[in-house]
């Protein structure tokens, strides 16, 4: 089908319709529908197929995002399907949660006053499109080889490694602490920004295409590391990183205080197992102050929002324009009603009767340093305090402290992160392959993924040379 490239002049960018408001506060579902076929035909019809393909180059999994946009162009779902797996193992869960005005379109040539191809819908159409139609992806490797691998932590990472490597044949294994698989793809992202029953569905796949699954299984603790290096010819390890960072003047053991990956864990678990939601008495028409600018701030607003707060704020000691996570999760936290404070540092809880009442910030302003570069300062003499019933901290997250890894050879540096050599995963033990958060710290899922397929391909080499 012979294609106009210069249709993007006659059409405009259109992204997928959002569920309405109302519906939205009230449920944790995802809030973008699914687009009409048309509709996506035309948006992937946008792309220029410019000979340079700045999309494919910034998209961390190098993605054939031409090919399957014009693939979805002409209708042929499955075709567009197949060569989306080939680069990525979950295109429809980086299609969803990617900040894709960050990667990929933030380099479409028509990002540039067009606006740029909705590739990331159109790569969550694409996959979604295709099981619907009845496809699978062909898992199941042309014979299976006597080599084993372990893989530690069922996250993004972990299962693109598991997966690549059970395709190429070889016998993996993956040890899991928790009760189900994807790590913060479960029990981190709320629900409306990711269903549940889409890593579900993979669960499913990867089982029966002859993958391992130890769940409730920790390393270090049930099964020491030496074990699993004596057991398997090569491990990847894929932990994540589960430290939340902490403020230090804060007061430790007020009531009413709850850290970020404690909440959303605690929200996830019981919608998984369709339980009442424990902490909604602690939300529902209270004051609710979330700490922090990053993705995982924004989940916590829009969790409290959905547990029905009666008023949600959000402070971040820098300007809306340095916030880390994505613009598209803070257009929507914002869309649905919470309150942002922005160059405001936190420097102590407020406490009555041993629970907190509020937070007291000071303002901040960035000033030029005797280098010349822009640092964040307290304003003197500009403390300022927020009431709160409930307050939630997003500053971030590091390693934990992992002991279990020093018998096994595997060097981690000062910030708990493991060494991996150049650019390589290969740690310092050349049996034990590493990605992800605890390689990179806390980052993105594309990123674990990316670095997951990264791993299976070094490790195969490693296991065949
Ligand atoms: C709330 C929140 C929202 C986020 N939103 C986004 C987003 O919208 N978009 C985006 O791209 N990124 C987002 N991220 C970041 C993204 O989720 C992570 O970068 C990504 O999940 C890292 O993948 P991973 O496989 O390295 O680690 P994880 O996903 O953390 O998985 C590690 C797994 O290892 C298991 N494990 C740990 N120790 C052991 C052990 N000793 N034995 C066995 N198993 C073990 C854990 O239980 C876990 O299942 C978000 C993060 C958070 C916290
Ligand atoms: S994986 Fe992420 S960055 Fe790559 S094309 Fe998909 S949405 Fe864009």
Redesign the pocket.
């Known amino acids: 089908m012979k294609k106009n490239v210069n249709r993007f002049i006659e059409l405009a960018r259109i992204d997928a319709p959002k569920i309405s408001l109302q519906e939205r506060k009230n449920e944790f579902k995802e809030i973008y529908s699914k687009q009409e076929p048309q509709e996506v035909k035309q948006q992937a019809e946008r792309c220029l197929e410019c000979g340079n393909p700045y999309c494919q180059w910034k998209c961390p999994v190098h993605n054939y995002i031409p090919q399957w946009l014009k693939l979805a162009y002409e209708g042929r779902i499955i075709e567009a399907a197949e060569l989306s797996h080939q680069t990525n193992s979950f295109p429809e869960i980086?299609g969803r949660?990617?900040?894709q005005e960050r990667l990929c379109e933030g380099s479409c040539t028509l990002d540039d006053g067009f606006g740029a191809v909705s590739i990331g819908n159109v790569e969550k159409y694409i996959t979604d499109e295709a099981f619907k139609q009845g496809w699978q992806p062909n898992y199941t490797p042309a014979k299976r080889l006597d080599k084993k691998v372990a893989v530690?932590?069922?996250?993004?990472?972990?299962?693109a490694c598991a997966d690549i490597l059970n395709r190429k044949g070889f016998q993996v294994t993956v040890?899991?602490?928790?009760s189900a698989?994807?790590?913060?793809?479960?029990?981190?992202?709320?629900a409306f920004?990711?269903e549940k029953d889409i890593i579900q569905r993979r669960f499913e796949l990867f089982r029966q295409a002859g993958i391992v699954f130890k769940l409730n299984?920790?390393?270090?603790?049930d099964i020491v590391f030496e074990q699993i290096i004596a057991d398997f010819d090569a491990v990847f390890v894929?932990?994540?990183?589960?430290l939340a960072v902490k403020e230090s003047s804060f007061n430790e053991g007020l009531t009413g205080v709850i850290e970020?990956?404690d909440y959303?864990t605690s929200v996830n678990q019981d919608l998984i197992n369709d339980a009442e939601v424990t902490l909604r008495k602690q939300v529902q028409n209270k004051q609710v102050l979330v700490l922090g600018g990053g993705?995982?701030a924004m989940?916590?607003i829009r969790t409290s929002i959905r547990l029905g707060a009666a008023k949600v704020s959000a402070a971040y000691r820098r300007g809306s324009e340095d916030m880390p996570?994505?613009r598209r999760?803070y257009a929507n936290a914002s869309e649905e009603g919470c309150e942002f404070i922005f160059y405001a540092q936190p420097i102590g809880l407020l406490e009555k009767d041993g629970h907190v009442c509020g937070v007291k910030f000071v303002k901040t302003r960035l000033e030029a340093d005797a280098g010349g570069r822009k640092v964040l300062v307290p304003v003197n003499g500009s403390e300022f305090e927020i009431k709160a019933d409930l307050v939630i901290t997003a500053f971030g997250?590091r390693p934990?402290e992992?002991p279990?890894l020093t018998p096994g050879q595997v060097a981690v540096d000062t910030q708990g992160r493991i060494k991996v050599s150049g650019n390589c995963q290969q740690s310092s033990n050349p049996k034990v392959f590493a990605?992800?958060?605890?390689v990179r710290g806390?980052?993105?899922?594309?990123?674990?993924i990316a670095?997951?397929m990264g791993s299976a391909r070094e490790i195969e080499a490693f296991l065949q040379s």
């Not at 806390?442 to 674990?448: G, M």
Request: with cysteine; hydrophobic share 35%; aromatic share 8%.
């Open positions: 980086c949660v990617c900040p530690i932590g069922s996250g993004p990472a972990g299962l040890f899991e602490r928790q698989i994807g790590g913060l793809l479960t029990f981190g992202i709320p920004k990711l299984t920790e390393i270090g603790k894929g932990n994540g990183t589960y970020s990956l959303l993705d995982t989940d916590c996570g994505s999760e997250f934990e992992l279990w990605g992800g958060d605890i806390a980052s993105l899922v594309v990123h674990a670095d997951g």
